[in-house]
């Protein structure tokens, strides 16, 4: 047991997926119904929105910034797909606007040095009225079989929205721990004057970080889009502060730097498994929220608690190999 | 005279804009737009709940955090004041809003400072907390109906001519504005905003600053509260509508900054001035109300180029 | 021994059971004559989930009190999910909340959706799983996705018949505001539509203006603030909900012009009808949510039991104003 315990403590694994798994192991024991091959694969499915959009998020965070904007560029990515648009127009247009999105905040962040909170604050009040001056607020029905394949089809028995967003975070994970751009992101998340002064092309970073999350954010609005067969215009509308809290309850922290999309992974995934049981458990409608508020919060404060612990421990150790 | 103008760059281009707006409104609608009514309405009654709200954002901001749950605080204060203002039993109203606001408050700063979690975190689970429970409060019932006795704190006229609101808000801005400015508490908070190791260093209890910044917030989140239930004559789990955004949007506008250590409240009234007044004037315009957010934006965008710009110019000017 | 005690048990448990069947079914053949003794018996102890827009507004609630004192009146167990983001709902988590439903094996679902396109998929796969499915209030868009039956009141006949009601107060001329709802909300474009063609009839009316107040109480009384300013002389407003005309009225009263200005609503909730009885609104509907929840579930038992229901059941709306305020009033 104690070799065990011993085990994980290397790993580093942060509380929050500790949390995940208590939380799961808790649904299931008390509801029969809730650990069963259906509502597995539910919980995943239904994760996948949130993650895809969080995990350009967790970039922006670990580089000690937050792109607010994500939200709204999924809505406009959403509403620009129409019928009668062949769709290969279509995808371009949304695509093509998020990465207008995406050059905006960088521009005005890395080389104007507006505050990126500002800037991202201001470019998701403008995509989301935009969102809505487009579509002139109303949903539209989709009829395109591809976007319903991303949306609701399946592979295998497996939908294959949850295989995209399996090689999409895999991608990501990698681009983070192995290529020179992840290595940038995580110098500049450090210590932004230490990257600079050893010759990193900070600016450039921090352009390709929002591009890149907004590109994400746009797939995100368009799978939306497959999955509901219609295009909203208010589709993500809670996503940005959802997304950035996903992130942040992961573990990645908001000074940049530390964290990952591991973590993330498992943020995205408890929120899911909360609502998905509290449903499941018939909790009336009214106490949901709370209850969800309540559940976070006590993850959470168990989780800074025992890093708090941690980095004792790891000073302790320091010092004790001195 | 040059240095006033130095010194107060922020504050000055905010008012240009706003006036340049004001203007620009007043071009395109002379007759409806500007009249002392409009103005007096949209000062006076309308402002103030977002100039309210946005002295609590902006402080939060300024300590390097933000307080996503003012919104939700309003609604929970409200909606467990209510019924007690309802039948006129106003001191026990009051009493039992401000202690939901200053104990959501204190959860908050307790959650930031003694157990480290991040702001946004900890006020978004604060957020769903208040807002949950006000639903069960609320559960489908609304209360409405107020006496007279209790909406005279928002409608009535103590001053002639300006509404007790107004006033109301003024004396918080003039308290707020006296203690961020001239008190030791209030450069206690820029200086937790600008670094909070170097202020815990000099000896400065931080976290207690900022555990009062935001009980201070749940507090005017309550006095929001109940100032709102009078001027709409009901309390509802939806009454906050657009008060959580556009705070931020007013303090963002307002120049305060969330490297943190940077803003101020008389900056939050004009940057709140500014929102409600876009909003009244393309409603005059009668323009589709999908515009709305995306020009805010805009302005948000508008006024940290122009605050640069100014910022240039003057130090070109006087070195 | 231990067997037979437990055998012993569950007999009993079985005839208390039949019992309480047979006992419900005679209770609900005086209550109301419509479904039959034998149709008790075969839906009691089903599960039937109902989704709601929202846990907020008192529309909702009222529609779930509906669906909840059916079900008890059937005997069947009734679970009320609904999102939790706010008035209005979400879409997204409201087909998560369908897929939830499938998962926990319902055995028939009645459902008022947040968004009439966005939800069709999610409908798309309850007839997937076999489960059948009441739609209650907004349809459910195109025909792809099947239901048993629709359940509601006729949203574009009602903003018809309130703005309607309002153009003949005003004696066939003058200035009216039409508040909408929420953009996009299907609700709010059949109500509008309906005010609009109405007010059409009347080439004396003209709509000074039309904005949305996204079915809140304090936003409409900002934006019927804002458009007093505009047009001083404004004679009616138009709200396509009850919350927007009690925040009209608001802003009606802040101008000291109450009771110049017709204002009407739709809904019939409490406040509202305190208002109509006080002078401060002129009409509103009573839409009877809590008749449209129960005969929501009303059409999924005879569903359950017959295997068919109505395919649609339209609820009646009155139009309320001082003359029969009372009426509604407890």
């Given amino acids: ?322 | 005279m040059i240095d006033y103008f130095k010194k107060n760059v922020d504050f000055l281009s905010r008012i240009t804009i706003l006036l340049i707006i004001v203007a620009g409104m007043s071009v395109i609608n002379p007759p409806a737009f500007l009249n002392w009514n409009n103005l007096s309405t949209v000062m006076f009654q309308q402002a103030p709940f977002t100039i309210l709200m946005s002295f609590g954002m902006t402080m939060a901001i300024i300590t390097k955090g933000i307080d996503k749950s003012m919104a939700s605080i309003v609604v929970l204060a409200s909606m467990l004041s209510g019924s007690y203002f309802k039948n006129g039993n106003l001191a026990m109203g009051f009493l039992i809003a401000l202690a939901v606001g200053a104990a959501a408050g204190l959860l908050n700063g307790t959650l930031i400072t003694r157990v480290g979690v991040a702001p946004f975190i900890a006020t978004y689970g604060t957020d769903f907390i208040a807002l949950g429970l006000a639903y069960v409060v609320c559960a489908g019932r609304y209360i409405y109906d107020f006496p007279a006795n209790f909406r005279v704190i928002t409608n009535g006229c103590f001053i002639p001519s300006v509404p007790n609101i107004a006033l109301v808000t003024m004396i918080i801005f003039i308290l707020l504005w006296f203690l961020t400015r001239k008190t030791i508490f209030g450069r206690s908070m820029y200086l937790a905003g600008f670094n909070v190791d170097a202020t815990i260093l000099s000896g400065i209890d931080a976290k207690k600053v900022v555990t009062v910044v935001y009980t201070i917030n749940g507090l005017l989140a309550a006095l929001v509260g109940v100032l709102y239930m009078a001027r709409l004559n009901a309390a509802d789990p939806n009454i906050s509508g657009n008060l959580c955004l556009d705070s931020i949007a007013a303090s963002l506008i307002g120049g305060t900054s969330f490297g943190g250590g940077k803003g101020s409240v008389s900056n939050a009234v004009i940057g709140a001035l500014i929102i409600v007044f876009i909003r009244n004037g393309m409603n005059i315009m009668n323009i589709s109300t999908n515009w709305q957010q995306a020009v805010v934006g805009f302005v948000i965008i508008f006024s940290v180029f122009y605050e640069m710009a100014i910022g240039r110019l003057t130090k070109k000017r006087m070195g | 021994m231990k067997k037979r005690i437990v055998a012993l048990g569950m007999v009993c448990i079985a005839v208390l059971s039949i019992l309480a069947g047979c006992s419900n079914g005679s209770d609900k053949n005086t209550s109301s004559g419509d479904a039959g003794t034998a149709e008790t018996k075969a839906v009691a102890g089903k599960e039937i989930v109902c989704i709601m827009k929202d846990n907020v507004t008192p529309f909702h609630l009222s529609v779930a009190e509906g669906c909840e004192n059916a079900g008890a009146e059937y005997g069947v167990k009734i679970t009320v999910q609904a999102p939790v983001s706010g008035a209005g709902g979400s879409n997204e988590e409201q087909a998560q909340l369908v897929e939830q439903a499938i998962a926990s094996q319902a055995d028939c679902v009645v459902i008022v959706p947040v968004d009439s396109e966005g939800i069709v998929p999610a409908i798309k796969k309850l007839n997937e799983a076999g489960i059948p499915v009441v739609n209650v209030n907004t349809k459910i868009a195109g025909t792809e996705a099947k239901y048993e039956s629709f359940v509601a009141i006729e949203n574009y006949q009602v903003g018809y018949q309130m703005a309607k009601a309002l153009c003949e107060a005003m004696e066939g001329k003058g200035k009216m505001f039409v508040i909408e709802g929420t953009t996009g909300a299907q609700t709010s474009i059949d109500r509008t539509k309906g005010a609009l063609d109405a007010i059409g009839e009347y080439p004396d009316i003209v709509v000074a203006a039309q904005q949305s107040a996204t079915y809140n109480r304090a936003e409409a009384m900002n934006v019927v603030q804002n458009l007093l300013q505009q047009t001083p002389d404004v004679d009616a407003i138009f709200c396509c909900n009850d919350e927007m005309a009690l925040g009209s009225a608001e802003a009606v009263n802040a101008a000291n012009k109450t009771g110049e200005i017709l204002i009407s609503g739709v809904d019939g909730n409490a406040d509202t009808l305190v208002a109509i009885s006080e002078g401060s609104i002129y009409a509103t509907c009573n839409s009877n949510p809590v008749g449209q929840g129960y005969y929501g579930v009303y059409e999924a038992a005879k569903y359950l039991s017959e295997g068919a229901a109505d395919p649609t059941y339209a609820i009646e709306t009155i139009l309320i104003t001082a003359e029969n305020v009372s009426e509604f009033m407890d």
């Fill in chain 1, 1 to 322: 047991m104690s070799k065990v315990t011993g085990w994980l403590k290397k790993q580093n694994i942060p509380g929050i997926v500790y949390g995940s798994v208590l939380i799961f192991l808790f649904f299931s024991i008390i509801e029969k119904k809730f650990f069963t091959p259906y509502n597995v694969m539910l919980i995943a499915r239904n994760s996948c929105i949130l993650l895809t959009v969080s995990i350009g998020m967790t970039m922006a965070v670990l580089i000690g910034q937050v792109d607010l904007s994500v939200g709204s560029v999924m809505s406009v990515s959403a509403v620009m797909v129409k019928n009668g648009v062949p769709l290969a127009a279509a995808l371009m247009a949304a695509f093509g606007a998020a990465a207008l999105f995406g050059l905006v905040n960088g521009i005005l962040i890395a080389v104007l040095k507006v505050d990126y909170w500002i800037t991202t604050f201001a470019t998701m009040s403008i995509g989301a009225g935009l969102a809505l001056v487009i579509s002139d607020g109303s949903t539209v029905p989709i009829s395109s079989k591809f976007l319903d394949f991303l949306g609701n089809g399946k592979v295998c028995g497996v939908y294959f929205l949850i295989v995209l967003t399996i090689v999409l975070t895999v991608l990501i994970l990698f681009l983070l721990k192995r290529s020179k751009l992840g290595y940038d992101v995580y110098s500049i998340g450090g210590s932004e004057n230490v990257a600079r002064l050893s010759g990193l092309d900070v600016n450039r970073t921090r352009m390709m970080v929002y591009l890149i999350s907004s590109l994400i954010a746009a797939l995100a609005g368009i799978l939306i889009t497959g999955m509901t067969n219609s295009a909203s215009p208010i589709v993500g509308s809670e996503y940005s502060f959802n997304a950035l809290a996903a992130v942040v309850i992961g573990g990645t922290s908001l000074n940049g730097g530390k964290g990952g999309v591991a973590g993330t992974v498992f943020g995205t995934v408890l929120l899911r498994i909360i609502a998905s049981g509290l449903a499941m458990l018939g909790v009336p409608a009214t106490w949901q929220k709370v209850i969800q508020g309540l559940i976070i919060v006590v993850i959470i404060v168990a989780d800074v608690s025992s890093e708090k612990k941690k980095d004792v421990n790891g000073l302790r150790r320091i010092y004790a190999n001195d």
